[in-house]
């Protein structure tokens, strides 16, 4: 009986230990993954990393690699408790192999036995700012081969490494590095035990999932998905009460939200749903005049990834939910949210679940606070135009129906941009929302005053010149220190290397938190408050000249002039040689109407306490943003301050084109264009309007009777002042438009910009001035209420402009007119001839002040296809403590609170089922046969 006892008890024992290990894992991990990258210290190659990956609650699986270019080793692994066994060996060439055994604590991994670690050497897992969720496990549909796992670890922000395997005897094996690109990956692989190799480029879908776009060694439209994953799309069910029905699925997460529709306008039905393990529960219902609704339960396939109704109501049991696949995705398929402000919350933000059917047929969903409505498309691939037909989903049976039509432009980030039609502002861009890791930066320029700082009447003059960087300028405004810096932005973090110039000699580094409002938190470094934080000051008007200048021409052409308004009359710059490294100067100066006058002095790059270079210069605020110099030192008199990849007034040449004399003769103010086109040859003229989103703009042109033509294109601006066709219709893909410089002389009094007339027959008209030359200028003219335009052609004559004009519509009225020139203020006052009364004035239009970053609604799509993830939709709210390790909130190493108690919870629970146990068998022991050795639980 003793030993009976014994053997009870040490049974007890072990089932307790392992009950109680497991508990203890499941606090360390807080149910994460053990998957990421990882450094060993101390080893023999410091610069080696392990790509790990959780395969399920018992499997790991790692790629070593020296990472330069020594070795690589593979591993598999399993784990029982809080230890991990791992068998590794290093691929041909290399010979060695071995076992190691590994303890997970809340630091990391750490070696207690085995071959080819130090005894205490720790596996640190290595923490990056965009974690794209994309590290795990992976099978590809359809493939080659079908029993193959990628093992995809994300080891930086801009970086992947796979490890392949086709998991059959005598099969292949891959190692591959990927470089991301906002939501692109571009794929380098290997073969480990053969000379394949080749390049493949994935995109990073909103569900998690990549898909192969092209290159070598996949499928186009091949699907990379982990386990448990819900691919986005069109479904058929089989089989089904109404075979036409289709059921338009996105995934986000572990939800899904679906649209089903039988196509034959029988019925609707929506529902949401939520993903554990390989189950999705679905709740759905149809909407008005349909009263039916229902719970089912689908369990996803991880060979087939089609979804099998396990139970419920609504379907078959066994029926399948069927993924359609095609050829010409756009990856356009995910959820949306139109939200040009930022600020929003998610329960004022509408969102939009769009899925592409074929290459040219789209459906989605909308669904507001207090509406839905559902939509189809047709897809034109060329001019990758989108016209929507949508209709609202009626919340009661008596509730009205509205409708619409609109047309949309896909961008080359995925996003969606409304140009025409009904239901939403015109220019709204449609992006993917939370939780797709796609980080949406406000616009940074602007001054900043920082709360809590030591001296509270400093301001941070800031400028952003690109998505990925920014400039500073610091100043006390007490006349005892200023800073300068530069910062790289990491997604929603800026690293800013400041320092003091002389006689100062301070300098460090500090990472702030960029806030989806355009606040500023400092979360490390030296300087400031940790949690102090820049906000933006307010104007009440607004110049349109804050912002990253360059100036042509310029004795530096590398330099940049970063210009912040500071109020309504004030402006400062940093001026930085930049590349050239050999000066920077700083300016403060004020705006009288539309001219600033500006003192600037160099800042000493050593203290010698010699003099340095100064002067004054005023500038022309144009129309378009653009700063000119009419006098002073320092800058050639005419020569153009621009913004980067700003669009500029004036006359542009297309090229190739079809008409190689043709003219366009552009006015930009705002965010607005307008354009007249001349063949000039006589055939043909047409007019455009457009609408500018940063460096792009959405041009809709036709050709004025008796021409026909007409169209959208799409333009981007390019760093040297041209603008490049991206797409659209009426002009060759990659055709540039090349700006035509005026003189010097003539850029001092130019008259380039778009003009109001008063007193005026019509009071809503605007003339669109292009000054080509010393002596002469285009405009076209247009009621802007749909009655009239008129285009006229002016020669200077006796120092005043004399010009001809002719109606295009509806009549061809005609006439001459003379003006004269107010080179000051740049107005022309009619003098003589028809059209216009005798006295009236040509004036730059009041909409003049010029709005163009802070706070811009309509963010450049070049600044959104680069950026990172949201973090959780509440990441104002993110403590700073977790910020500060400047990663993912740690995955597998942190002891989470509710871990604890899950697990305490747990043990507890467990400690009363073992007493109860041992409370029975101590009854029950004098029934055990005589002579065991043991007792057999079952």
């Known amino acids: 009986v003793s030993t009976q006892s014994t053997g009870t008890t040490s049974m ?16 360390l991990t807080g149910a994460a993954s053990l998957s990421g990258t990882y450094a060993v210290s101390p080893y023999h190659t410091p610069s080696a990393r392990y790509y790990i990956t959780q395969v399920s609650l018992t499997e790991i699986v790692w790629l070593g690699d020296s990472n330069n270019g020594g070795w690589r080793n593979l591993g598999t692994g399993t784990i029982s408790g809080t230890t991990i066994s791992v068998q590794w060996t290093d691929p041909p060439p290399g010979t060695n192999h071995g076992q190691v055994v590994l303890n997970i604590v809340p630091e990391g991994l750490v070696v207690t036995g085995g071959s080819g670690f130090d005894l205490g050497a720790l596996f640190v897992l290595q923490k990056f700012n965009d974690d794209r969720s994309i590290s795990g496990p992976f099978t590809v549909l359809p493939y080659h081969t079908s029993t193959a796992r990628y093992y995809i670890t994300q080891e930086a922000t801009d970086r992947i490494r796979w490890f ?13 590095v990927g470089v991301i690109t906002g939501n692109d990956v571009t794929v380098t692989w290997t073969d480990i035990n053969s000379p394949n190799s080749g390049t493949a480029n994935l995109r990073i879908n909103p569900d998690g999932t990549l898909t192969v776009v092209s290159g070598s060694g996949f499928d186009a439209g091949a699907i990379f998905a982990q386990p448990n994953t819900v691919v986005s799309g069109s479904y058929s069910v089989v089989p089904y009460h109404t075979p036409t029905a289709r059921y338009y699925i996105t995934c986000v997460g572990k939800t899904i939200t679906w649209l089903g529709d039988s196509n034959t306008g029988g019925w609707r039905n929506t529902a949401t749903g939520t993903i554990s393990d390989n189950i999705v529960t679905v709740t759905w219902n149809d909407p008005p005049p349909g009263t039916n609704s229902g719970t089912v339960n689908l369990r996803i396939d991880p060979n087939t990834r089609n979804l099998i109704v396990q139970s419920g109501t609504g379907f078959d049991i066994g029926a399948q939910f069927v993924r359609e696949t095609f050829t010409g995705d756009l990856g356009i398929t995910g959820p949306y949210d139109a939200s040009p402000d930022l600020s929003a919350t998610a329960t004022t933000t509408p969102t939009y679940y769009v899925t592409q059917t074929s290459p040219t047929a789209v459906v989605w969903y909308g669904v507001g606070a207090s509406w839905r409505h559902t939509g189809k498309g047709v897809l034109s691939l060329d001019s990758k135009v989108l016209t929507l037909t949508w209709t609202y989903i009626p919340t009661s049976s008596s509730s009205s129906v509205n409708s619409g039509v609109a047309t949309f432009f896909v961008g080359k980030d995925r996003s969606l941009v409304y140009v025409s039609g009904t239901g939403w502002n015109y220019g709204s861009i449609f992006s993917f929302s939370v939780p797709f890791w796609v980080y949406r930066n406000p616009p940074l320029d602007g001054i900043y005053s920082v709360t809590p700082y030591h001296t509270s009447t400093a301001r941070y003059y800031i400028a952003h010149p690109t998505p990925t960087s920014l400039v500073w300028l610091g100043d006390s405004n007490s006349g005892a220190w200023r800073n300068t810096a530069k910062g790289t932005i990491t997604n929603n973090y800026v690293t800013v290397d400041w320092v003091d110039p002389p006689p100062g000699s301070n300098s460090g580094r500090v990472v702030l938190k960029i806030s989806r409002k355009g606040t500023l938190t400092v979360v490390s470094g030296t300087g400031f408050d940790i949690g102090a934080v820049f906000k933006k000051s307010t104007l009440g008007v607004k110049k349109g000249i804050t912002g990253t200048f360059s100036v042509v021409p310029y004795h530096t052409a590398s330099a940049l002039y970063y210009v912040v308004q500071e109020s309504d009359n004030s402006v400062v710059w940093l001026g930085d040689s930049n590349l050239s490294g050999s000066w920077r100067n700083t300016a403060k100066g004020s705006i009288n109407g539309n001219k600033i006058y500006v003192n600037w002095v160099d800042i000493p790059r050593d203290y010698t306490g010699n003099p340095v270079n100064s002067g004054q210069t005023t500038l022309n605020i144009n129309p378009d943003g653009t700063l000119t110099p009419v006098s002073g030192t320092g800058f050639v008199l005419g020569s153009v301050f621009a913004q980067t990849n700003q669009i500029i007034s004036g006359l542009y040449t297309v090229s190739p084109y079809h008409t190689p004399t043709a003219t366009y003769y552009i006015t930009r103010f705002g965010n607005t264009l307008v354009w007249y086109g001349n063949s ?68 001092l009094t130019s008259f380039t910009g778009p003009y109001k007339v008063t007193p005026y027959h019509t009071p809503t008209a605007i003339y669109y001035i292009t000054q080509v030359s010393a002596d002469k200028l285009i405009w076209l003219g247009d009621s802007r209420n749909g009655n009239w335009r008129n285009t006229g052609t002016g020669s200077l004559i006796n120092n005043n402009w004399v010009v001809d004009w002719v109606d295009i519509l509806p009549s061809l009225n005609h006439g001459q007119c003379t003006l004269s020139p107010n080179s000051n203020d740049r107005t022309l006052t009619m003098i003589s001839g028809q059209g216009f009364d005798i006295g009236s004035v040509f004036s730059f239009i009041d909409t003049f002040p010029y709005i163009f970053n802070e706070n811009e609604d309509n963010i450049a799509i070049s600044n959104i296809e680069s950026q990172g993830r949201i973090e959780n939709g509440n990441e104002d709210n993110i403590a700073i403590s977790n910020i500060e390790s400047q990663g993912r909130i740690e995955n597998g190493i942190t002891i989470p609170m509710w871990g604890v108690i899950v697990s305490c919870v747990f043990i507890g629970l467990l400690t009363l089922v073992v007493i109860a146990m041992i409370i029975y068998l101590s009854i029950n022991l004098k029934r055990v046969t005589e002579g065991s050795d043991y007792i057999i639980m079952g």
């Open 680 to 747: 000039n040859t006589g055939a043909w003229r047409n007019t455009a309007s457009g609408v500018i989103y940063g460096d792009l703009v959405l041009v809709s042109w036709n050709d004025p009777p008796p021409g026909s033509n007409s169209g959208i294109v799409l333009l981007r601006a390019n760093p040297n002042r041209s603008l490049t066709v991206v797409a659209g219709s009426g002009f060759d893909i990659g055709a540039v438009f090349t700006l035509k410089p005026l003189p010097e002389a003539v850029q």
């Open 164 to 176: 392949g395997d086709s998991r059959t005897s005598g099969g292949w094996k891959n190692t591959a």
């Open 12 to 27: 007890i024992n072990q089932l307790l230990f392992a009950f109680v290990s497991i508990a203890i894992l499941f606090s």
